[in-house]
Nanobody, 125 residues
Framework: VQLQASGGGLVQAGGSLRLSCAAS????????MGWFRQAPGKSREFVSA????????YYADSVKGRFTISSNSDKNTSFLQMNSVKPEDTAVYYC???????????????????WGQGTQVTVSS
């Protein structure tokens, strides 16, 4: 599975941005898709995830109520709608996925087998 992240850029604090993660032409209906971010000098942290089987969504406390994760009807693209962004949201954002099977920790990056390249999000104050 190849994942391609896009949609990053420069945005002012309080603004919005929408990130996309496209899979290589296949359905991910039995996958969990996640978003992680990594700021300079910090470790990669969980942002959000969606189970494309159950439709369940998960969020880090720092983005709950501001970010929304979703997928398209073909379940080959996931989206991260970022609203009311803050300077502390500045990071490289990565999309990732794993096939549902053995129970895994959905918020742990080591659970994910597939990763897209990062897309830079910069929030100016």
């Amino acid at each position: 599975v190849q994942l391609q992240a896009s949609g990053g850029g420069l945005v002012q604090a309080g603004g919005s941005l929408r990130l996309s993660c496209a899979a290589s032409g296949r359905s991910l209906s039995r996958y969990v898709m996640g978003w992680f971010r990594q700021a300079p000098g910090k470790s990669r942290e969980f942002v959000s995830a969606i189970s494309l089987t159950a439709g369940s969504t998960y969020y880090a406390d720092s983005v709950k109520g501001r970010f929304t994760i979703s997928s398209n009807s073909d379940k080959n693209t996931s989206f991260l709608q970022m609203n009311s962004v803050k300077p502390e949201d500045t990071a490289v954002y990565y999309c990732a996925g794993y096939e549902i099977g053995v129970p895994k920790r959905i918020r742990a990056p080591e659970s994910y087998n597939y990763w897209g390249q990062g897309t830079q999000v910069t929030v100016s104050s």
